[in-house]
């Protein structure tokens, strides 16, 4: 006799920058453009106490971004 788990299994169909709206090609699973994938929990000491807060950037809206920054990024 056997007992299973049963387990919600989540995959990637699309992924869409939350900027532009673009939609990045997929094959299969698999992103064919990298993004900037943010997860962030908010802290007790902000305004969104404990709120995680989701979302992608393609790479042409990261740049946009990161170009009006006061301190350019670190690279390595
Ligand atoms: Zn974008």
Redesign the pocket.
Request: glycine share 4%; with cysteine; proline share 3%.
């Given at each position: 006799m056997r007992h299973y788990k049963i387990e919600e299994i989540k995959t990637i169909r699309k992924i869409i920058?939350n900027?532009?709206g673009?939609e990045i090609p997929m094959k299969g699973e698999i992103a064919q453009e990298d993004v900037l994938d943010v997860v962030k929990r908010w802290g007790y000491f902000s305004k969104r106490d404990n709120e995680v807060h989701k979302f992608d950037?393609?790479e042409?809206?990261y740049d946009e971004l990161i170009a009006t920054f006061q301190i350019p990024i670190e690279i390595e």
């Amino acid at each position: 006799m056997r007992h299973y788990k049963i387990e919600e299994i989540k995959t990637i169909r699309k992924i869409i920058c939350n900027k532009c709206g673009k939609e990045i090609p997929m094959k299969g699973e698999i992103a064919q453009e990298d993004v900037l994938d943010v997860v962030k929990r908010w802290g007790y000491f902000s305004k969104r106490d404990n709120e995680v807060h989701k979302f992608d950037l393609c790479e042409q809206c990261y740049d946009e971004l990161i170009a009006t920054f006061q301190i350019p990024i670190e690279i390595e």
